[in-house]
């Protein structure tokens, strides 16, 4: 059974960086499809970006701040994220599934992780 931990939010000041960390177990990450989420308060959950062997893609929000990877080797999958905002606060979720390419619809993900708070605050 597949399992995913996300790791490296916190408080961060308008303009930082953080690094997410997304490390699966039970199954490889190097077949699936896999993609960052954010849920902020009192708002719907949203795909904001995501990655898979044939494809990667990013929301409008974040393009061109934000960077996805993946790292086979140790099962991880990161998302760099830079210049951030007050607005990029949520909580980051990470989600896999079992396709050739990915989506950021949330509702074609069978596995996600339990989040990690990213606040940006001065």
Known sequence: QL??????GGLVQPGGS?????????STL??????????????????ISCVSRANTDYAD???????????????????????????????????AMGRLMCFLQEGVYGYWGQGTQVTVSS
Request: hydrophobic content about 35%; aromatic content about 10%; glycine content about 8%.
């Open 61 to 95: 929000s974040v393009k061109g701040r934000f960077t996805i990877s993946r790292d086979n080797a140790k099962n991880t999958v990161y998302l760099q994220m830079n210049d951030l905002k007050p607005e990029d606060t949520a909580v980051y979720y990470c989600a």
């Open 18 to 26: 953080l690094r997410l960390s997304c490390a699966a177990s039970g």
């Open 3 to 8: 399992q995913l931990v996300e790791s490296g």
């Open 30 to 47: 190097d077949y699936l499809a896999v993609g960052w989420f954010r849920q902020a308060p009192g708002k719907e959950r949203e795909g």
